[in-house]
């Protein structure tokens, strides 16, 4: 069960740890770099009530014009959310072993465990794109593998990029994703985010076949979203270019992270969880524009 593996990751970190980048974090920045102004800070946006909303958050006369009842809330109250996201495009099925996970259910391991740790330390978590408001507590975790679950098989996954939402101002996102579009697409999405002062993670998610490409002799790659096939009559012949174009690309998405005061990392799916689930975690510890000393390749 998702639940159950996330949170035996989540308990790997050590408590102390958990609990001393949490202080200091606090003590640095406030909680996520941000000032609290109370219920008094500037509109946000309407959402639909949900199951755990507080009475005296609900908007009256918001809900008096319609069918549904509606909460008001707060650019802070939105901003004090991590707001998650995993690929779950058809490329992120891809698996080159057996024995190895693949990286749609690597990625929403990563994605349950940050979760867990985040909103059992008193964090809002939501899920970027789906139908519920962000909570914290022991209720979260749940909640959001259920999303998981449901838009797993949805129309929607075919995107490998983030839905176009706008985020509060001064949020904090995180993507868990291959990102092998083009480099050009990830920096215009990233760009809606940074404008509203979002701070953010990119995790590529590979498999060790796409970072190493290890096969010999003659091969037909398969797209896995609709590309067309490709007969390589030696692969030996192109594996010394194919290094340097992955190589190139990922330098790419490091640059394109440190430019924005993001922070980026890679996971391969044959190398334990703990190390990622640890720079996810410490690197949304960090103010914002701290991306660039601490964006580098971890397995």
Same mark, same amino acid.
């Given at each position: 069960?998702?639940?159950?593996? +996330?949170?035996?990751?989540?308990?790997?970190?050590?408590?102390?740890?958990?609990?001393?980048?949490?202080?200091?974090?606090?003590?640095?920045?406030?909680?996520?770099?941000?000032?609290?102004?109370?219920?008094?800070?500037?509109?946000?946006?309407?959402?639909?009530?949900? =199951?755990?909303?507080?009475?005296?958050?609900?908007?009256?006369?918001?809900?008096?014009?319609?069918?549904?009842?509606?909460?008001?809330?707060?650019?802070?109250?939105?901003?004090?959310?991590?707001?998650?996201?995993?690929?779950?495009?058809?490329?992120?099925?891809?698996?080159?072993?057996?024995?190895?996970?693949?990286?749609?259910?690597?990625?929403?391991?990563?994605?349950?465990?940050?979760?867990?740790?985040?909103?059992?330390?008193?964090?809002?978590?939501?899920?970027?794109?789906?139908?519920?408001?962000?909570?914290?507590?022991?209720?979260?975790?749940?909640?959001?593998?259920?999303?998981?679950?449901?838009?797993?098989?949805?129309?929607?996954?075919?995107?490998?990029?983030?839905?176009?939402?706008?985020?509060?101002?001064?949020?904090?996102?995180?993507?868990?994703?291959? =990102?092998?579009?083009?480099?050009?697409?990830?920096? +215009?999405?990233?760009?809606?985010d940074v404008g509203r002062g979002v701070r953010g993670f990119l995790l590529q998610v590979v498999d060790p076949a796409e970072a190493g490409l290890p096969f010999r002799g003659r091969v037909r790659f398969d797209g896995l979203e609709g590309e067309a096939s490709t007969l390589i009559s030696r692969v030996d012949n192109v594996r010394d270019d194919y290094h340097r174009r992955f190589a190139e690309h990922q330098a790419a998405l490091r640059h394109l992270a440190r430019t924005a005061g993001w922070h980026f990392a890679q996971h391969q799916t044959d190398q334990p969880p703990e190390k990622a689930l640890l720079d996810l975690?410490?690197?949304?510890?960090?103010?914002?524009?701290?991306?660039?000393?601490?964006?580098?390749?971890?397995?």
């Open positions: 069960m998702l639940r159950q593996r +996330a949170e035996q990751l989540a308990s790997t970190l050590p408590p102390l740890l958990v609990a001393a980048e949490r202080v200091a974090s606090t003590v640095a920045q406030g909680v996520h770099g941000r000032r609290r102004v109370g219920q008094g800070d500037s509109f946000w946006q309407f959402r639909h009530y949900t =199951f755990g909303d507080s009475v005296r958050s609900v908007d009256w006369r918001q809900s008096a014009k319609g069918d549904h009842v509606y909460v008001r809330e707060t650019e802070w109250e939105a901003a004090q959310s991590v707001w998650l996201w995993r690929d779950a495009s058809p490329s992120m099925r891809y698996r080159s072993d057996r024995k190895l996970p693949e990286k749609l259910e690597r990625a929403e391991l990563l994605l349950a465990a940050l979760a867990a740790l985040l909103a059992g330390s008193g964090e809002q978590v939501a899920l970027l794109g789906g139908v519920h408001a962000p909570l914290r507590g022991q209720s979260a975790l749940p909640r959001l593998i259920g999303e998981l679950e449901r838009t797993r098989e949805s129309m929607d996954v075919a995107a490998s990029l983030p839905p176009a939402i706008p985020l509060p101002r001064h949020g904090a996102a995180v993507w868990i994703g291959d =990102f092998l579009s083009p480099v050009a697409e990830i920096e +215009a999405r990233i760009a809606r975690y410490i690197g949304l510890s960090q103010p914002a524009g701290a991306g660039g000393n601490r964006d580098r390749m971890r397995g």
